[in-house]
């Protein structure tokens, strides 16, 4: 059971921490405020490395695209998930939490991806982008980080 919870760059929180949990809390605030997003971060801490709960939750939400190459697959849409809905290089979000005296906590992280830069490549290849709300991403420079890390609190 987690004591605390903080949340950074999460969806609609900058910076959010919640204190002196217990067993039962209440969470109260007007539609659209950001009590589901705590739930979920609450969800996606306690997943601790496993991935398919966020991905179940993007999907929930319909936050994904459908590919253009005509094979119907779903891509998740992860700009929603980061503060401002905007990802760049070194765009990150954070969860952590305090349970029974452990630091529990989940870094995701856009990071360039040094390989491109090291590889030569075809005009084909550099052309393969896609576009989140008329921003243009390479998908080949940019891969997305999932770091979660458990010690020991002194």
Known sequence: MFKSIKIENFRCFQSFELQQLGRVNLLVGKNNSGKTSIL??????????????????????????????GRGQRE???????????????????????NDGIEEKMLISIEKNS?????????????????????????????????WTCKKKQ
């Open 115 to 147: 390989f491109f830069d090291r590889q030569s490549h075809s005009d084909e290849e550099l052309q393969q982008k896609f576009h989140i709300s008329g921003h243009e991403i390479d998908k080949n420079q940019f891969f997305l980080r999932f770091n």
């Open 76 to 98: 998740l849409d992860i700009r929603h998930l980061f503060y401002g809905h905007e990802i760049k290089a070194a765009s990150e979000f954070s969860i952590s939490g305090i």
């Open 40 to 69: 979920e971060a609450i969800q996606i801490l306690s997943s601790q490395n496993n991935l398919q709960p966020l991905a179940e939750i993007m999907i929930n939400r319909g936050e994904y695209l459908w590919d253009d190459d």
